[in-house]
């Protein structure tokens, strides 16, 4: 049904014969099983989107080879693409995937051995739910005035106290990859990254979160929850950066989401625009529609530009890709905003209609423009990195 929706986008020179077999295996995958797989109950319908995409093999793109995954260290461009091609047909399976990843980014990049092979098999496998655990009430955007505390307990044990909130896959996750400050310095650098099993004592789900495109989404408390040491991720103090690190992998594939629900609306677009009659006519026949479906066309071409933008830098090897995975999440999201935004306006009074397309869109983006740093965290770091650049040029 959505054949074509990537446009010529596998021809571009960021991809090479692995990707475009990838996506299309994947998007025949999708349009065949999505369909099929239940919606009512949001926890039902997320496990079984990860036991899906598990058993297909498509869970492979989110761990590294040595554990069951498809290339040697995760490949941002099959991520970006893979978000991109299930977000254009199914927001919750999007979500079901990139949480996978998200949850489990610190331990491919930071965790010990041990710990890898504990846990990423099963996420591949589609068996083990995970977590990515940041976020509080009064920490979001400013990840260094966390309060949540890890302290140690004995020599062993570490135990960790505070609350966590909008945690995706709150309550159906095998385990959550917590951040808190571990107090070896003030700031950033007083901040360690732990491996949590759901179900240890004193990690109690303290509230659900209903949002307005339902997805497993909770707060957590953590009460004298007691870890072994082992399952520190990283170096004590590393926390921080090992966060940031996975988000740079991470926030460019946000935007590939964006990108992805962007697609489809003005797919849905174009298609009601040729459909619709009026004035004698076809709404595309209007100059007005034909300029909003311009205005979109650009918008989803600049989007991709930049998401495989960075997705391709940082495949490419460089050690940090901050603000390319920045300015691909701020301009995807803002742009998928208003391209979803125009779709439900050609739809007219159908595009706020419960069960249509564009409608379910509209609800689905909103989200993506505030996690995993908001539009406006993104702005800083874009404009930090320019002027730190500028900064180092005047001093060389
Ligand atoms: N990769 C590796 N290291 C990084 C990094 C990255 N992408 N970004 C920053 N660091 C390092 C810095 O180099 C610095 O190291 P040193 O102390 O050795 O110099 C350290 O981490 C602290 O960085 P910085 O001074 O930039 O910290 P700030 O507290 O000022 O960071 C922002 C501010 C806004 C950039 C950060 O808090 C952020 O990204 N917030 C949004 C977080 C987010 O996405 N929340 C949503 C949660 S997921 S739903």
């Given amino acids: 049904m959505l054949d074509g929706i990537l446009g010529d986008t596998l021809d571009w020179p960021f ?23 239940p919606h009512e109950d949001v926890d039902a319908a997320c496990r079984a989107r990860v ?12 761990v590294p080879e040595a554990y069951g995954g498809l290339a040697p260290a995760l490949d941002v461009r099959t991520l970006c693409l893979a978000r991109e091609i299930l977000a254009a047909r199914d ?18 990049l930071a965790g010990s051995e041990a710990m890898k092979a504990k846990i990423l098999p099963g996420i591949c496998e589609g068996t083990r739910i995970a977590a990515f655990a940041l976020s509080e009430k009064e920490a979001g955007s400013d ?8 302290v140690a307990d004995g020599n062993a044990h570490i135990r960790i106290d505070g609350e966590k909130s909008w945690i995706s896959n709150g309550g159906i996750a ?7 400050r571990s107090g070896e310095a003030p700031g950033a650098r007083g901040l360690s990254a732990y491996l949590v099993e759901a179900g240890t004592p004193g990690l109690e789900i303290s509230e659900r979160i209903d949002v307005i495109a339902p997805h497993p989404l909770a707060t957590l408390r953590f009460d004298g929850c007691r870890i072994p040491v082992e399952n520190r991720i990283g170096a004590p103090g590393e926390g921080f950066k090992v966060a940031m690190a996975t988000l740079d992998i991470f926030r460019a594939t946000v935007g590939a989401a964006a990108l992805g629900f962007a697609r489809r609306a003005l797919h849905e677009s174009i298609a009601h ?28 071409d ?10 391709w830098t940082k495949d490419r090897g460089a050690a940090r890709v901050t603000r390319e995975a920045a300015l691909a999440k701020m301009v995807a999201t803002e742009n998928a905003q208003r391209v979803i935004d125009r779709a439900v306006q050609i739809h007219g009074g159908l595009g706020v209609t419960r069960g249509v397309k564009v409608e379910e ?25 320019l002027l730190k650049a500028q900064a180092g040029r005047a001093g060389a």
């Fill in 15 to 37: 991809f090479e014969p692995r990707h475009r077999h990838f996506a299309q295996t994947l998007a025949d995958w999708a349009d065949a099983t999505l369909p099929g797989l």
């Fill in 51 to 62: 036991t899906a995409l598990g058993e297909g093999g498509f869970l492979r793109a989110v």
């Fill in 91 to 108: 927001g919750l399976a999007d979500f079901a995937f990139a949480m996978q990843g998200l949850g489990t980014g610190a331990i491919s």
């Fill in 143 to 150: 990840v260094a005035a966390m309060a949540t505390t890890a």
């Fill in 174 to 180: 095998d385990h959550y990859v917590v951040f808190a």
């Fill in 273 to 300: 625009a040729s459909r619709r009659k009026l004035f004698g006519g076809t709404l595309g026949d209007l100059q007005l529609s034909q300029a909003a479906i311009a205005d979109s066309a650009a918008e989803v």
């Fill in 302 to 311: 600049a989007a991709a530009l930049l998401v495989y933008r960075a997705a």
């Fill in 361 to 385: 869109l509209y609800r689905e983006i909103r989200a993506l423009r505030i996690y995993e740093g908001a539009t406006e965290v993104q702005k800083i770091v874009i404009a930090r990195d």
